[in-house]
């Protein structure tokens, strides 16, 4: 749990609200041998998607930061929209990829839970990326027609 709470510092803020919640439920195995070229596969893409999440949330802090000092509409914003949409999605739907993977092929078995649980979480994540997408072609829309007016004034 300790590289957990530093890598991700919501990490604390999203165990006092919900305590009963695991962040990760997993059992790695170590085998005379060591431990299983799949789980080391598991773990080192599981540490890309957080690298994707907080490069994402970066880019979130970036776009903040340029629409409180300049223009809500330009192509700096655009382009901040598409990567913190891209990077959301790609993140939220490979975890989900993963998890489910994962779950299939340790227990041969798939449950989703009422109440949070780790699906509901990262489907939340992936459908935040696509909205981030859709704003991303909104505003663009938006800045076409802007730089049309300002051609015909």
């Known amino acids: 749990m300790i590289p957990i709470v530093i890598f991700f510092p919501g990490t604390i803020l999203y165990l ?6 695991t962040i990760f439920k997993t059992n790695i195995p170590i085998e005379s041998n060591g431990i ?22 970066h880019n979130l802090r970036q ?5 409180l000092k300049k223009s809500l509409i330009s ?4 382009n901040y929209l598409k ?10 739907g490979s975890s989900l990829v993963l998890l ?7 227990d041969s078995k798939v449950s989703i839970e009422f109440g949070i649980s780790n699906y509901q979480l990262l489907l939340f994540l992936f459908i935040i990326g696509v909205f981030f997408l859709l ?14 007016n300002d051609l015909t004034v």
């Open 63 to 67: 776009l903040s930061k340029h629409i």
């Open 83 to 92: 990567r913190i949409g891209q990077f959301f999605s790609i993140s939220g």
């Open 36 to 57: 299983p070229a799949l789980y080391i596969l598991a773990l080192f893409i599981g540490f890309l998607e957080f690298v994707l999440f907080f490069a994402g949330f």
């Open 100 to 106: 489910f993977l994962f779950n299939l092929i340790k």
């Open 16 to 21: 006092i609200f919900f305590p009963q919640q």
């Open 135 to 148: 704003l991303n072609q909104a505003f663009d829309k938006a800045l076409k027609i802007k730089s049309e």
């Open 75 to 78: 192509k700096t914003s655009v």
